[in-house]
Structure formats: C-alpha cells, structure tokens
C-alpha cells in the first residue's frame, strides 16, 4: 500500500528461449494479453498490473522476477481468477487451452482452479487446516472436484504425490503442526499437483 502514484513499474516477464519447444502450429497452453489490474483505493486507482502480455506454451516455464510491489501475486491471483475487492480486472485476456478465463462463470472456474490451474503460495503453511490429516485435505481437494475412489487408491495417491515433492509416505498421517515449514511447503505443493494442472 501506500503508492497511490498511477503509473506503476510494468511487469516484466522474461521469458526463455531456449527452453521453448513449441511446434510451429501447436496452441498456447496459457496466452495472457494485454491485462490491466487495478486496485481502486481512495486516493484513485493503483494500476498494480498494467498491460501484461505473456504466451506460455506446453512444456515451458517463466519465471516473473521483480521488486516487492511491482505486481507478481497480483497477477498470479489474477490467472487463478482470486482477486478480491478492491481490486479489479480492468481489461484482458487469459487463455488456458483455449478459453477466456475470465469469462467463465464461478462455477466452470471454481473446477478450472486445481484440474487446470493451481498457486502455490509462499504462505502454502498458513493455508493447512490445523485439526485435519495431511491426507484428509488432500483427499478433500480431490473430492471437491467429483474424484470418488477407495481408501486404498486415495492413499496409493496421496502417497505417490508426497514422494513427488520428496516426502515420505508417513507425513499423510500428521497433522500440520507436526511439520516443519520446508515440509508444510512441500504439502501445498504436492495439494497443488494434485490433478496434474
Ligand atoms: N488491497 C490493495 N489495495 C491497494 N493496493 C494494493 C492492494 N494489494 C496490493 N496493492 C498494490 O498493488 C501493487 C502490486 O502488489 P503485489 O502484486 O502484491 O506485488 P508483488 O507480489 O510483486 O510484491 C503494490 O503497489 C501494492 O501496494
Ligand atoms: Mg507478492
């Protein structure tokens, strides 16, 4: 808070080339164009997020790299469709496979967000629920989105998600105080993964 100048430090996105394995007719997976975010504070509009244009494609990784405030969580937040008032989306696009995320309705977006998106976020320990197993929220995640499997496929999943980000299979049995804030970490990224977005 606290910079009610308007025009805000653009974001930059830096993006490899060499890591870029597109075929030439091949889609991108995620186009962002020409997105706008503001916040709308008393003192007139914060433009958090001016202009951001990004083409990501299958395979590929970029990484957004900037000062603190310069907009990264705003436009994370903003692809998982999150924002909260008094924020607002003033202008653009964001093309996942094909479709606007910003026009879909609560509901379509709601199943987008871990099937097809997912954030994992630096406070991913703040987001555990305390008096619940590791595997409980999991498994939580999954149900939320129409997955209804045994016991015993759920635990063959949580526990090959865990290894993944190099837990080991007991951590589903803990609760999260019983983490340290590495592993608390690695849990939101193993939730985050959960449906392969
Ligand atoms: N709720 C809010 N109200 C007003 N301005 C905000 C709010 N949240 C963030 N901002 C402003 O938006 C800009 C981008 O913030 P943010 O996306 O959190 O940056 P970063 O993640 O790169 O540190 C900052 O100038 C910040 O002060
Ligand atoms: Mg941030």
Redesign the pocket.
């Known amino acids: 808070?606290?910079?009610s100048a308007p025009e805000?430090e653009r974001l930059m996105a830096q993006q490899s080339q060499s890591n870029r394995y597109q075929s030439s007719n091949a889609e991108p997976l995620l186009e962002i164009k020409d997105l706008h975010v503001h916040?709308e504070?008393a003192d007139g509009a914060?433009k958090?997020v001016s202009g951001v244009n990004l083409t990501l494609y299958e395979g590929e990784r970029v990484a957004l790299v900037?000062?603190?405030?310069?907009?990264?969580?705003?436009?994370a937040l903003a692809i998982m469709r999150l924002l909260k008032p008094?924020?607002r989306i003033v202008q653009g696009e964001i093309i996942l496979a094909g479709r606007d995320l910003l026009k879909l309705d609560e509901e379509k977006m709601r199943l987008a967000r871990l099937q097809d998106v997912a954030l994992v976020t630096q406070a991913a320990m703040n987001a555990l629920n305390p008096v619940m197993r590791i595997k409980d929220q999991i498994i939580d995640g999954l149900v939320d989105h129409g997955y209804e499997e045994t016991k015993t496929t759920f635990r063959k999943r949580i526990h090959s998600l865990l290894e993944h980000v190099g837990l080991k299979a007991n951590v589903a049995r803990m609760f999260p105080h019983e983490l340290s804030g590495g592993m608390k970490q690695r849990v939101g990224m193993a939730t985050a993964s959960a449906l392969q977005p």
Do not use: H, N
Request: hydrophobic fraction near 25%; glycine fraction near 20%.
């Open positions: 808070m606290g910079q805000k916040y504070t914060v958090a900037g000062e603190s405030g310069c907009g990264k969580t705003t436009l008094p924020a």
